[in-house]
């Protein structure tokens, strides 16, 4: 646990210094902005699950695979190696604070949307496994790049496999159909928290989502366990 609180610490400060709180408070700002421009001729809930679940993709997977790159970048990877430490603990450092981060956006965004008229429980779940779960998807696919651009080479279709599910959004099938992709269940979950639906399907999108975090994780830390040499 020492070891754990020194690295979050370590990380609040790099953040800090890198300006990514107040980058992540601006985007949030401009995600409420837009969502009043387009209140008069959109669905409101739709609109509000959409801006809500951009946050933990922004915030888990593109942060992630950045400050990877620029750990490997800077050669900080060897450093952390020769700590005595475990080195998963420096993946999980970061998924924790982006998680956070990400969960406190995504209240204040909802706050200043919709005041108090949805479910916590439902957000907190729904916006914290989906950014824990793309934390480690933005971890894996910073492994397997080179560069900045070979990653946002690799990010483009990802993020375009990711949106499939958002097609449920739009009355395109049920949600429960796209459980194969791994932003579903989180997608699901922030729905049920401004439209309720049947507590049975948020228990599957729950479980599909603690599935693809166990899955993801693993391999994270197969693949990203191989760098720290």
């Given at each position: 646990m ?10 609040l ?8 709180f107040?980058?992540?408070?601006v ?17 409101l809930d ?12 922004i915030?888990g ?13 800077q ?19 970061k998924a ?5 981060l990400a969960?406190?956006i ?11 008229h ?7 779940l729904?916006v ?19 560069t900045?651009?070979q ?21 395109i ?9 791994p ?24 479980l ?5 975090n166990?899955l ?14």
């Amino acid at each position: 646990m020492n070891d754990l609180r020194h690295l979050l610490k370590l990380d609040l400060m790099l953040l800090h210094r890198n300006n990514m709180f107040v980058l992540a408070l601006v985007v949030s700002v401009i995600y409420v902005g837009v969502f009043y421009l387009l209140a008069p001729i959109v669905n409101l809930d739709l609109l509000v699950v959409i801006l809500i679940f951009n946050d933990p993709v922004i915030t888990g997977f593109l942060f992630a695979g950045v400050l990877w790159l620029f750990d490997k970048n800077q050669n900080t990877l060897q450093a952390v190696a020769v700590l005595p430490i475990r080195t998963e603990l420096y993946l999980w450092s970061k998924a924790l604070i982006l998680t956070s981060l990400a969960v406190a956006i995504s209240f204040i965004m909802a706050i200043a949307i919709r005041g108090l008229h949805f479910d916590g429980v439902r957000l907190l779940l729904g916006v914290g496994g989906a950014t824990l779960l793309f934390a480690g998807l933005g971890f894996l696919l910073g492994a397997r790049s080179l560069t900045f651009n070979q990653f946002l080479m690799y990010a483009i279709p990802f993020l375009v496999v990711m949106g499939v599910p958002f097609l449920a959004l739009f009355d395109i099938g049920d949600m429960l159909w796209y459980q194969v992709f791994p932003s579903a269940g989180g997608l699901g979950l922030i729905k049920s928290a401004f439209v309720p639906g049947p507590l049975w399907k948020d228990g599957i999108y729950l479980l599909q989502l603690l599935a693809w975090n166990w899955l993801v994780w693993r391999y994270a830390r197969r693949l990203t366990l191989t760098h720290f040499v």
